[in-house]
């Protein structure tokens, strides 16, 4: 029996569970997949705990993708650049080897829309925060050339140099109506609508707005993206998307059926409405 589990703080709303276990149970795997929380500060115990409990992987969610960077063993290439880890595999001889999958995650989910050449494509990102980071490694590794705006212009230029390997350009949120005209699609990264507020938008002219979050977070502001004339999509895509990765990690190789996981997820997220 492969142990599998997502931590976080809180990680009572993690949709991975649901996500694992559809395609755990859809293949016939003998593996199971369950939720953890561990509180903040204590997640080198808890990697420690793990280990010694036969856990072979681990999914990391807030606040603990930067906290495990201290104790595995062994990090990625992506995980050194976006300085944070959201899965994690037993090492044979002991230990955990990290990963990054949201940056493929954002590609695949991406890619089932119809991008999948990002090439002298211009892409607008929103926000600098740590959902920033992977998104800006993924396309910056494909061939975009991004804007990325944020409130505090200083951070976004930090951000860039540590997750991109080219040079883009940098500025404040509040310039987002004077960039929007040039970009071929839009990546919101910030949390504004989890307050019920939005980012206000210029005409979108059936571009792409495309936000990180899902389910109710999401729902002011892709409504006011729709209103203006965007094409809009939500970040369930990603999550699933990234979830995949995560298993073929874990089960050498195995690609697993999106579809499925996505339509469990869009049901689970309409049940909880």
């Known amino acids: ?98 990963d990054n999958t949201d940056a493929p995650g954002l590609i695949a989910a991406l890619a089932r829309i119809g991008f999948a050449d990002f090439k002298g494509k211009t892409v607008l990102v929103l926000g600098a925060g740590g959902a920033a980071r992977a998104g800006l490694f993924a396309l910056d590794r494909a061939g975009a050339d991004i804007i990325l705006l944020n409130r505090t212009v200083e951070k976004a230029e930090q951000v860039l140099t540590e997750c991109c390997s080219r040079a883009h350009l940098s500025g404040p949120l509040d310039a987002l109506a004077e960039h929007a005209g040039r970009a071929d699609f839009v990546i919101n990264t910030t949390s504004a609508g989890h307050g019920g507020a939005h980012i206000p938008l210029p005409a979108g002219d059936g571009r792409l707005f495309f936000d990180m979050t899902y389910g109710n977070p999401a729902a002011v502001q892709l409504a006011h993206a729709r209103a203006q004339g965007w094409k809009t999509e939500d970040g369930l895509g990603m999550l699933v998307g990234q979830a995949a990765e995560s298993f073929s990690i874990w089960f050498d190789g195995v690609r697993p059926d999106i579809d499925i996981a996505l339509a469990a997820c869009r049901a689970s997220l309409e049940q909880n409405l």
């Open 1 to 98: 029996m492969i142990r599998l589990a997502v931590i976080g703080d809180p990680v009572g709303h993690s949709l991975s569970p649901l996500i694992h276990m559809t395609w755990i149970d859809a293949l016939g795997l003998e593996a199971s997949y369950e939720s953890i929380r561990v509180p903040d500060g204590e997640t080198a115990a808890a990697l420690d705990d793990l280990e010694q409990q036969d856990f072979q992987g681990l999914n990391v969610t807030l606040p603990h993708k930067q906290a495990v960077l201290a104790k595995v063993t062994a990090t990625s290439a992506a995980v050194k650049a976006i300085g944070a880890a959201n899965t994690l595999s037993r090492l044979p001889g002991g230990g955990w080897h990290a």
